[in-house]
């Protein structure tokens, strides 16, 4: 009797028994998919140590590339005295200026655009403005020629500054197109400010070193001026057109005449005077509509309010008026606007804003986080009514209510002395017009 070789038998069994695992584990596996799919598993979650399936992965990605095209959020501000903001820059602002005849505003940004906004539009709903771009570079000063024709600004990458001129077209528009050569570069520091004087006559560009130059509209420098303070704060031309003033780390600011002949040429650069008085480096100063008034801060944490109007070439010193407190300026770089008539001074240091009342030298007003980056510039319009302030992607507007409260304290002190009929008609009326300004913007104190 022949036994059945036993090496085949247990091959054939092995290979029927891995057979059956792998159908039992298949089948296992098919049922363990089906209870998680019915579980509510969240999309893209690991199962069993395995990677979250690809086109869920792809969505991810593509709602994240869509988070981060987004621009970011504007900085939200209210107040009882917000006027209006301007917000059609998708870049920072730093620097704007008011037009002479009161019909534009120029605004400069780090996206390569100054916007010409028409300012009869500020307390309207919509608010027109006009692009000029500014190629291969940005602005970071701007100025309106004295024309109101042309705007001249200085650029970050070129160091220098380009002119454009503004040429009007039949629908009132206009067409923003730029010289064909820059000025020469002649700063070695960075540049704080620069301005054109209402004559015509000249531009000044002041850097952060202790260096001002004077040229003329054709890029020649007609005169360099070395401060002597260490370095520049800032400098400007008075609205005479007769001075350029600069403070700095000295405690004092310097004014100088730009001197020109009969037949309107440059003739030399004088030393004029200066408004001694702080203790300690002066942050900023502005002119007066008329030059006969000059207000600087300083780090001693004081603000003064002068007279300007003397005979310097006698050697008569400006008077000084008013000294203010302002603790935010013996910590923090601060800036200042002089409303046109010196009624009200501005002062904003970081984000925030204080108005006070010159005649008392009292804060009226106070907007606190105004923006959502530094205020790099504050101006009021030509008629006194406005604040301009900028700092982030936006300008916000404010009404002058401490400007109003100070012509009816001047009127009031007026009619007192008013020796005629006529007059006291015309100080009435004055009155009653501030009166009721001041109840409009709901200001008018009891």
């Given at each position: 009797?022949?036994?059945?070789?036993?090496?085949?038998?247990?091959?054939?069994?092995?290979?029927?028994?891995?057979?059956?695992?792998?159908?039992?584990?298949?089948?296992?596996?098919?049922?363990?998919?089906?209870?998680?799919?019915?579980?509510?598993?969240?999309?893209?979650?690991?199962?069993?140590?395995?990677?979250?399936?690809?086109?869920?992965?792809?969505?991810?990605?593509?709602?994240?590339?869509?988070?981060?095209?987004?621009?970011?959020?504007?900085?939200?501000?209210?107040?009882?005295?917000?006027?209006?903001?301007?917000?059609?820059?998708?870049?920072?602002?730093?620097?704007?200026?008011?037009?002479?005849?009161?019909?534009?505003?120029?605004?400069?940004?780090?996206?390569?655009?100054?916007?010409?906004?028409?300012?009869?539009?500020?307390?309207?709903?919509?608010?027109?403005?006009?692009?000029?771009?500014?190629?291969?570079?940005?602005?970071?000063?701007?100025?309106?020629?004295?024309?109101?024709?042309?705007?001249?600004?200085?650029?970050?990458?070129?160091?220098?500054?380009?002119?454009?001129?503004?040429?009007?077209?039949?629908?009132?528009?206009?067409?923003?197109?730029?010289?064909?050569?820059?000025?020469?570069?002649?700063?070695?520091?960075?540049?704080?400010?620069?301005?054109?004087?209402?004559?015509?006559?000249?531009?000044?560009?002041?850097?952060?070193?202790?260096?001002?130059?004077?040229?003329?509209?054709?890029?020649?420098?007609?005169?360099?001026?070395?401060?002597?303070?260490?370095?520049?704060?800032?400098?400007?031309?008075?609205?005479?057109s007769r001075f350029v003033a600069s403070c700095g780390f000295t405690p004092d600011?310097?004014?100088?005449?730009?001197?020109?002949?009969?037949?309107?040429?440059?003739?030399?650069?004088?030393?004029?005077?200066?408004?001694?008085?702080?203790?300690?480096?002066?942050?900023?100063?502005?002119?007066?509509?008329?030059?006969?008034?000059?207000?600087?801060?300083?780090?001693?944490?004081?603000?003064?309010?002068?007279?300007?109007?003397?005979?310097?070439?006698?050697?008569?010193?400006?008077?000084?008026?008013?000294?203010?407190?302002?603790?935010?300026?013996?910590?923090?770089?601060?800036?200042?606007?002089?409303?046109?008539?010196?009624?009200?001074?501005?002062?904003?240091?970081?984000?925030?804003?204080?108005?006070?009342?010159?005649?008392?030298?009292?804060?009226?007003?106070?907007?606190?986080?105004?923006?959502?980056?530094?205020?790099?510039?504050?101006?009021?319009?030509?008629?006194?009514?406005?604040?301009?302030?900028?700092?982030?992607?936006?300008?916000?507007?404010?009404?002058?209510?401490?400007?109003?409260?100070?012509?009816?304290?001047?009127?009031?002190?007026?009619?007192?002395?008013?020796?005629?009929?006529?007059?006291?008609?015309?100080?009435?009326?004055?009155?009653?017009?501030?009166?009721?300004?001041?109840?409009?913007?709901?200001?008018?104190?009891?």
């Amino acid at each position: 009797m022949e036994l059945p070789q036993m090496p085949e038998l247990m091959g054939v069994s092995l290979l029927l028994g891995l057979l059956a695992l792998v159908a039992t584990a298949a089948v296992a596996r098919g049922w363990l998919r089906s209870e998680e799919e019915t579980s509510g598993r969240p999309a893209g979650q690991k199962a069993n140590g395995l990677p979250p399936d690809k086109s869920l992965k792809s969505k991810k990605q593509k709602q994240q590339q869509r988070i981060r095209k987004e621009k970011p959020q504007q900085h939200n501000f209210t107040h009882r005295l917000l006027a209006a903001a301007l917000k059609s820059h998708s870049g920072n602002i730093s620097c704007m200026d008011f037009s002479s005849n009161g019909k534009y505003l120029a605004t400069c940004a780090d996206d390569r655009t100054v916007l010409i906004w028409s300012t009869k539009d500020f307390l309207q709903r919509e608010h027109r403005s006009m692009r000029a771009n500014v190629e291969l570079d940005h602005a970071t000063l701007v100025r309106f020629s004295p024309d109101c024709r042309a705007f001249i600004v200085w650029l970050a990458n070129g160091d220098t500054l380009r002119v454009f001129k503004m040429t009007k077209r039949e629908d009132g528009g206009y067409i923003f197109t730029p010289t064909p050569e820059d000025f020469p570069k002649k700063h070695k520091a960075p540049v704080i400010n620069i301005g054109i004087a209402d004559t015509g006559k000249f531009i000044m560009t002041a850097s952060s070193d202790t260096t001002v130059l004077i040229w003329n509209l054709k890029g020649q420098v007609l005169s360099t001026i070395n401060t002597n303070q260490m370095n520049n704060a800032h400098a400007a031309i008075s609205p005479c057109s007769r001075f350029v003033a600069s403070c700095g780390f000295t405690p004092d600011v310097k004014v100088w005449e730009v001197c020109f002949g009969k037949k309107g040429d440059f003739q030399e650069v004088v030393r004029a005077f200066e408004l001694k008085g702080h203790s300690a480096a002066v942050h900023f100063f502005a002119f007066s509509n008329d030059s006969r008034r000059m207000a600087s801060v300083s780090k001693d944490g004081t603000w003064k309010l002068w007279d300007t109007d003397v005979e310097y070439k006698k050697q008569q010193d400006p008077y000084l008026l008013r000294t203010g407190r302002f603790e935010e300026a013996s910590t923090n770089p601060c800036r200042l606007a002089l409303s046109p008539d010196a009624q009200v001074l501005a002062l904003a240091s970081g984000t925030s804003i204080h108005l006070y009342n010159t005649r008392r030298g009292e804060k009226e007003e106070c907007f606190e986080q105004v923006h959502g980056e530094c205020i790099t510039d504050l101006s009021f319009d030509i008629t006194g009514r406005l604040l301009a302030s900028c700092g982030d992607r936006a300008v916000r507007l404010f009404h002058n209510s401490p400007g109003h409260r100070a012509v009816v304290e001047e009127m009031q002190s007026l009619l007192k002395r008013a020796s005629n009929e006529s007059t006291r008609k015309r100080l009435q009326q004055q009155l009653i017009q501030a009166q009721e300004a001041l109840k409009s913007l709901g200001a008018l104190k009891k």
